[in-house]
């Protein structure tokens, strides 16, 4: 499997997984994290768009595909958590555990889009000293 295909997988995750969490947030009153996540997904289906336009080799139906067979709604039921009392510590605890977590993968993907930006400055930087070195 190529980058290009693994990147595309991940989008699309990440598109499912901000899709899930809007729903979610609408569902228990909690619209700026709705409308928010919504957002997010959004962006990233524009940015997916826009990717496999670049890059036409890849066809993404095959992700789709897969993303949809994984989100299926027999195949995400509910944990027996969320099926508990809304006020009990058990699920509050679970929610800050979702929260913590979405807190870590947001800060590592910032992290890596910062250092994915730096590097392509230092590179368009490096290419400006050598024309030979370009890679167009």
Not at 37 to 65: E, G
Not at 71 to 100: E, H, M, Q
Not at 109 to 116: F, K, S, V
Request: with cysteine.
């Amino acid at each position: 499997m190529s980058l290009k295909a693994v990147h595309i997988c991940f989008i699309i995750l990440s598109v499912l997984l901000a899709a899930g969490l809007g729903y979610w947030g609408i569902q228990n009153h909690q619209v700026y994290l709705g409308a928010s996540a919504w957002t997010t997904a959004l962006f990233l289906v524009i940015y997916l768009f826009r990717f496999t336009q670049k890059m036409k080799k890849i066809n993404p139906l095959p992700f789709w595909l897969l993303g949809a067979i994984v989100t299926w709604p027999r195949n995400v039921l509910a944990c027996s958590v969320c099926f508990g009392d809304p006020n009990s510590n058990l699920t509050k605890g679970a929610l800050a555990g979702v929260i913590v977590l979405l807190g870590i993968v947001g800060f590592v993907l910032g992290w890596i889009a910062t250092l994915i930006f730096c590097w392509a400055r230092k590179a368009e930087k490096l290419a400006c000293l050598d024309p030979a070195a370009r890679l167009d």
